[in-house]
């Protein structure tokens, strides 16, 4: 039987790239290539570069393998769904408390803090 982390998704090398390459949830989700990067972005005080550096970072759409980044070119549905919890959205959210609480589901298959570190 096919383990949660080896469902394939589509990964792509940026925000702008919508060909996308199909890789496993695992190797998305536990990839250590761009730690170096991410840890800069977290280090930026300016929110409009944060932005701007986030959007040169890998991308996935967690819910399936797609032949185009739009939902009408969805080709086979992971059967997950991805949940985003901005801090924006949730004032006075502590993201690590959260992420504990969260974490205890059953169907919860992953919870991680987003990139510029302040949601989930």
Do not use: W
């Not at 739009?70 to 949940?83: E, K, M, V, W, Y």
């Not at 901005?86 to 504990?100: H, I, L, Y």
């Not at 919860?108 to 510029?116: C, D, E, P, Q, T």
């Amino acid at each position: 039987m096919e383990g949660i982390y080896d469902r394939r998704i589509s990964a792509y090398r940026n925000m702008t790239d919508t060909a996308g390459t199909e890789v496993t949830l695992r190797q998305f989700l536990f990839s250590t290539r761009h730690i170096a990067e991410i840890d800069h972005l977290r280090s930026v005080e300016n929110e409009d570069e944060q932005k701007r550096l986030k959007k040169l970072l890998p991308q996935a759409t967690i819910s399936g393998v797609f032949s185009y980044r739009d939902a009408q070119h969805l080709t086979r549905h992971s059967g997950l769904i991805c949940i985003d919890i901005d801090a924006k959205d949730n004032p006075g959210m502590d993201a690590e408390e959260v992420k504990q609480r969260l974490a205890q589901f059953d169907e919860v298959a992953y919870v991680g803090l987003s990139v510029r570190g302040k949601g989930l």
